[in-house]
């Protein structure tokens, strides 16, 4: 997964705390007045004089991704919670609303109408409701099995395994020529710490037990464990 050249060049900013443009070659003067301008307007990165530095905004954007590093294992209580709402046409923008929070919470869409998750989203989704006006359009339903409607195979289809396993694979690939390299800077260690937080963030939102057998993120985590002690060599 190839990171954005506005997180390059953020990581980059963050990493010499202060920094010129004449220190900023590795991008194209056309990308990079457009990206520099972009982080200006999103009050990522603060300009005195010729000096640049991150901002708190900036720091906060790296740190929502690279929190992906610390999260817990789920583990699976063997419950299905179907979600199915009807919210009229007029409320458009509402029904919106609710698939983008059930998307990001990691429920996939059975049918129209009926979403499908693993997780225990019970609470939030309430809150959720109740503030939007929209309870009495939602009802949750929770199931110990799926017996007809569904394959197991098409089940899994509901969520995109072969790309973040794929994504993977790429910094298994990418981590191991890394390693192997005596004199990389904190700036690429970096950069690759960011790039496999990226991939966690990514990956689909469920239960440790309902991912495939062959799941290869034990492998990338200990790659990733390696290329974290040589930030702390640079420190």
Known sequence: MQLSPLHQLLIFIEDKKET??????????????????????????????????????GQNLLNTVLDHLH????????????????????????????????????????????????????????IFSRESGMYKNIIIIQSNEISTGITKE????LWDFDSAKQNIYQFIVKAN?????????????????????????SQPKLPIELFPSDWPQFRAGILYK??????????
């Open 71 to 126: 999260e817990k294992t789920i583990h699976w209580d063997g419950k299905w919670r179907f979600i199915s709402f009807s919210i009229p046409e007029p409320k458009r923008s509402l029904r919106d609303k609710l698939r983008r929070f059930l998307e990001i919470r990691g429920a996939r869409m059975i049918f129209n109408g009926l979403w499908i998750s693993p997780l225990d989203i019970n609470n939030e989704l309430s």
């Open 154 to 157: 098409e089940l899994q289809m």
């Open 20 to 57: 010129t443009l004449g220190d900023l070659k590795f991008l194209p003067p056309p990308v990079l007045r457009g990206i520099l301008g972009k982080m200006e307007a999103m009050k990522l990165i603060e300009k005195t004089n010729d000096k640049i530095k991150i901002s708190t905004g």
């Open 177 to 201: 020529i890394f390693l192997k390299n005596k004199n990389v800077n904190s700036f690429e260690v970096k950069k690759m710490i960011f790039e496999y937080a990226h991939i966690l963030k």
């Open 226 to 235: 390696k290329i974290k002690r040589l930030l702390n060599q640079k420190a």
